[in-house]
C-alpha cells in the first residue's frame, strides 16, 4: 500500500454553483504541502469539503488517504486512520476542558480494548506544553471558551502533538497571529515533521510558509490545480503577485 493521501478529480458544489472543478493532487507521507491561491478561488471549500461540511455537495471525486475514501467515513473511522483535520473543532465546549477533551481525543484513536493510560497522557502534555510554551494551568480550561485567535491557535497545535497524526489538513486563515504566536504554532508543526506526518496546509498569506517550508507548492485558481512547484513558488507569489498564473492559466 501506498501512503499519501490523493485528492483525485474532485468536484464541489454550493448551491448551484461548481466551485471545486477537478482538483487533482498527491501528498506522499513524510511531505507537507501547501495550497496558495488568489482569494475567492476554492482553497477554504477544499478543507471544508475534505471534513465534510454539508453545505457542500461533492459531484464527483475522492479524497483518498492510504487508498480510503474518507469521504465516506465518519469522523471516529478518520480519527483512526490518523487524519487530523485541524479546524474542525472551533466550537466552544462548555463544561469540558481542554484536558479531558485531549484524553477523549487519543482513547479515540485507540484500538478498542486499549486504554490511554495516565502515564503516556501526562508524558505526552508535558513534551507538547513544553514546545508550545505553554503553562500547564491552561488544560484546565473549558475547550475555546474566551480563547483568543492565537489561543485557539496554539490549542489546535497542542491537539495534533498529542494526537500525533499520520496526516494533516490545516486551513490557515488570517487568525490574527502575531509574530511570536506564528513561531510558536509554526515550531509546534515543525516538531512533528519527518516520515510519519504528511498534509496539506492552506494558506491565504504567504509568511506562514516563511516558518513551515513547504516540499510542495500548488496553486489553485478557479477550482482547479493551475500550478505545482517547490517553495520558491511561494516566495514568487510573493513578490510577483497571481497575475502571471492567471495569464498561464488563460493562454
Ligand atoms: N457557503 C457558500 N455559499 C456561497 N458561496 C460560497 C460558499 N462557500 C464558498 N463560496 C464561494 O466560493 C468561492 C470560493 O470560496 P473559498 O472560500 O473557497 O475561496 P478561498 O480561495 O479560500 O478565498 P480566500 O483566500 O479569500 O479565503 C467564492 O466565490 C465564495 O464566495
Not at 475534505?50 to 475522492?62: A, M
Not at 503553562?135 to 480550561?141: A, F, G, L, N, Y
Not at 510558536?184 to 516558518?211: A, E, F
Amino acid at each position: 500500500m501506498t501512503h499519501q493521501l490523493e485528492i483525485r478529480n474532485l468536484h464541489a458544489t454550493v448551491g448551484d454553483t461548481e466551485i471545486l472543478k477537478g482538483i487533482n493532487l498527491i501528498v506522499p507521507r513524510g511531505e507537507l504541502h501547501a495550497i496558495m491561491g488568489p482569494n475567492g478561488n476554492g482553497k477554504s471549500t477544499l478543507a471544508k469539503v475534505i471534513v465534510g461540511d454539508p453545505e457542500y455537495t461533492v459531484t464527483q471525486g475522492e479524497v483518498l488517504v492510504d487508498g480510503q475514501n474518507i469521504l465516506e467515513m465518519e469522523p471516529d473511522e478518520r480519527a483512526r486512520l490518523g487524519v487530523f483535520l485541524a479546524f474542525q473543532y472551533p466550537v466552544e465546549i462548555p463544561g469540558v476542558t481542554i484536558a479531558n477533551f485531549l484524553r477523549l481525543a487519543m482513547q479515540a484513536r485507540k484500538a478498542e480494548g486499549e486504554e490511554v493510560s495516565f502515564t503516556e497522557f501526562y508524558g505526552k502534555l508535558q513534551s507538547a506544553l513544553k514546545t508550545l510554551e505553554w503553562d500547564e494551568s491552561i488544560v484546565e480550561r473549558y475547550l475555546n471558551a474566551g480563547f483568543s485567535g492565537g489561543e485557539k491557535k496554539r490549542n489546535e497545535i497542542l491537539q495534533m502533538l498529542m494526537l500525533e497524526p499520520n496526516y494533516i489538513i490545516m486551513d490557515e486563515t488570517d487568525s490574527g497571529l502575531d509574530v511570536d504566536a506564528l513561531k510558536i504554532v509554526s515550531k509546534g508543526v515543525n516538531s512533528m515533521r519527518g516520515p510519519g506526518l504528511g498534509g496539506l496546509i492552506i494558506t491565504h498569506y504567504q509568511r506562514l510558509l516563511d516558518y513551515i517550508v513547504p516540499d510542495k507548492v500548488h496553486i489553485i485558481l478557479d477550482g482547479k490545480v493551475v500550478q505545482t512547484g517547490g517553495p520558491e513558488l511561494a516566495k514568487k507569489m510573493d513578490t510577483e503577485g497571481y497575475d502571471w498564473v492567471k495569464e498561464l492559466a488563460t493562454a
